[in-house]
């Protein structure tokens, strides 16, 4: 626990000192005075559309399971995500990944937060920990940082829960860019392991940075029923149009 405190302490420390330095600029044009500027804001919204109840993915009428989530393993219980990836949003995150913005990461985490706190609060209360979705170490040490690990953070410190990051990538996977359903799914077979503790019944949250088919998901909830999970809940920033 006192770890942890240490963590959380440092992260805040961290977050002022590049705000201090490098004040925001918007995600969606690159404005400066805010994370999103009052007209991208426009756009960084969660939109009141029918879901699927399960995958929350927008349909013409609210559905309990749609056909896109109906192979989905049955530990991964439900996912959601505030935005669509796209627009501002979509620009934001890559300049978080990409361009290594850590500030912009916290936000970006900050305001997944604060969904969580509020939309998805009744589900997630049943929640034992937070696992982010983790790089191979060889694309971890590419890029420098994690960025799930970064969005997961402020969810993990906004619900009380600790951030466990026990979830490995067992093996090296092509990028899931432009792979179709099936061939996400033979990608991702076995990428995963757990080298924690036994879960024993625990229901787990499981932060990424976007959810396009569900297969990243899908394959870390099997591994963590393997090692105990009762239930997975995938919690990501945004979802493919």
């Not at 970006?108 to 609060?121: I, M, T």
Request: hydrophobic share 40%.
């Amino acid at each position: 626990m006192r770890t942890d405190g240490l963590r959380a302490s440092a992260r805040r420390m961290l977050s002022i000192i590049e705000t201090l330095v490098l004040p925001p600029t918007c995600g969606g044009c690159g404005r400066r005075g805010a994370w999103f500027c009052a007209a991208c804001e426009e756009h960084v919204r969660r939109e009141p559309t029918p879901r699927c109840s399960r995958c929350d993915a927008p349909l013409a009428v609210p559905a309990l399971r749609c056909q896109g989530c109906s192979a989905w393993p049955p530990e991964l219980v439900l996912v959601r995500a505030p935005y669509v990836f796209d627009g501002p949003v979509r620009a934001a995150l890559h300049r978080a990944k990409y361009r290594g913005e850590h500030a912009r990461a916290r936000e970006l985490g900050r305001r997944l937060a604060a969904f969580a706190e509020s939309e998805f609060a009744p589900v997630l209360r049943g929640a034992d920990l937070v696992v982010p979705i983790p790089l191979h170490p060889s694309r971890r040490r590419e890029r420098g940082f994690n960025q799930s690990e970064l969005l997961a953070a402020p969810v993990a410190d906004a619900l009380g829960l600790a951030l466990v990051r026990d979830l490995e990538r067992a093996r090296s996977t092509r990028p899931q860019v432009g792979l179709g359903r099936e061939a996400r799914s033979r990608n991702l077979s076995g990428a995963f392991r757990w080298s924690g503790r036994r879960l024993d019944g625990a229901i787990v949250l499981v932060v990424d940075d976007v959810v396009t088919t569900g297969a990243t998901l899908g394959e870390a909830a099997r591994t963590l029923a393997s090692a105990g999970a009762a239930g997975v809940i995938g919690l990501a920033l945004a979802r493919e149009p």
